[in-house]
């Protein structure tokens, strides 16, 4: 069974710029979450979709959104990006939180702003 | 808000010696998860054991226990026979049920020494 999927893996863009994150979860996983870790924050909570609809959201600002796929597939955006932007971008599935189910981890995408 | 803390930063065993590590956490919920990921160098979050705050029972998964003070809002995690493996970041996550948002701690960077 494959595991979480994330892509791309490494990527570098310039200040101002935006990009987008894919993640594909465990097969059967229809909640998808994102976690931003960096040096100076630690792991932070960034959104939540269920069932293609945004449950939960962090405390980022608005530059930072995601959407959801029939398929489960996610992706998140970052527009305008700054150098703080910076970081791990961690992707996570789960069968349903709402039971506790466990929750599973890409290997994340390393975004670097210059 | 809940809050994860882990108070030591960094720690180094012997090989196949027994090495505890902290986690304290703050919450006004009864029923929540507790969980203890480990990330080696290749940064994937790996589950390492869970913990039900309903179940008195302490959790273990094979060299991995948990010690679970739910009075006092403790979750440390004891592993025995250490092992070169075992070298990772090690973080202490909570989490409600119902969503994704875990909470994490800062990490524990334990290193297992020859």
């Known amino acids: 069974k494959a595991g979480v999927t994330q892509t791309p893996r490494y990527l570098i863009k310039t200040r101002g710029q935006q990009v987008t994150l894919s993640c594909s979860p465990i097969s059967g996983h229809r909640s998808v979450s994102w976690y931003q870790q960096t040096p100076g924050q630690g792991l932070q909570f960034l959104f939540e979709y269920f069932s293609e609809t945004q449950r939960n959201k962090g405390n980022f600002p608005g530059r930072f959104s995601g959407r959801q796929f029939s398929n489960s597939r996610s992706e998140m955006n970052v527009s305008t990006l700054e150098l703080g932007d910076s970081a791990l971008y961690l992707c996570?599935?789960?069968?349903?939180?709402?039971?506790?189910?466990?929750?599973?981890f890409g290997e994340g995408s390393w975004l670097t702003v210059v | 808000a809940q809050t994860v803390t882990q108070s030591q930063p960094e720690m180094s065993v012997q090989e196949a010696e027994t090495v505890t590590l902290s986690c304290t956490y703050d919450?006004?919920?009864?029923?929540?998860?507790l969980f203890w990921y480990k990330q080696p160098p290749s940064r994937q979050m790996i589950l390492v054991i869970r913990q039900e705050a309903y179940k008195q029972q302490n959790a273990t998964e094979n060299r991995f226990s948990v010690n679970f003070q739910k009075a006092a809002k403790s979750f440390s995690l004891k592993i025995s026979d250490s092992q070169l493996g075992d070298t990772a970041m090690y973080f202490c996550?909570?989490?409600?049920?119902?969503?994704?948002?875990?909470?994490f701690g800062a990490g524990t960077r334990l290193t297992v020494k020859p």
């Open positions: 996570a599935s789960s069968l349903n939180p709402s039971l506790g189910n466990t929750i599973y």
């Open positions: 919450t006004s919920e009864n029923n929540y998860y």
């Open positions: 996550a909570f989490m409600k049920p119902g969503n994704n948002d875990m909470r």
